[in-house]
């Protein structure tokens, strides 16, 4: 079966850095796009960045400057660099892998950002 796991979330102060880490179960990742979506407590899940299998990436206009997506391909692993984090960004971040008709989501990881 296809799983996506997340890993990297926690607590940290305004300001600071936080890496998440996705290892996919994807055979074939490198085919697959990848995005991070994340979700707040009585919001809706929204895209926060997103991947592509070539290497195209596209931000949420609320993280531009601050977030980076990338991927390794040779450890099936999709990765969200945070820097200069705000309260805002606090939520349950969401690894989502794609190609065609097939479509993942993992578990999820919490984020939470302090003053």
């Known amino acids: 079966q296809v799983h996506l796991v997340e890993s990297g979330g926690g607590l940290v102060q305004a300001g600071g850095s936080l890496r998440l880490s996705c290892v996919a179960s994807i055979s074939i990742f490198s085919d697959y796009a990848m995005a991070w979506y994340r979700q707040a407590p009585g919001k809706q899940r929204e895209l926060v960045a997103a991947i592509a299998s070539g290497g195209g990436t596209d931000y949420a206009d609320s993280v531009k400057g601050r977030f980076t997506i990338s991927r390794d391909n040779a450890k099936n692993t999709v990765y969200l660099q945070m820097n200069r984090l705000k309260p805002e960004d606090t939520a349950v971040y969401y690894c989502?892998?794609?190609?065609?008709?097939?479509?993942?989501w993992g578990q999820g990881t919490q984020v939470t950002v302090s003053s």
């Open positions: 989502h892998g794609y190609r065609g008709r097939y479509n993942y």
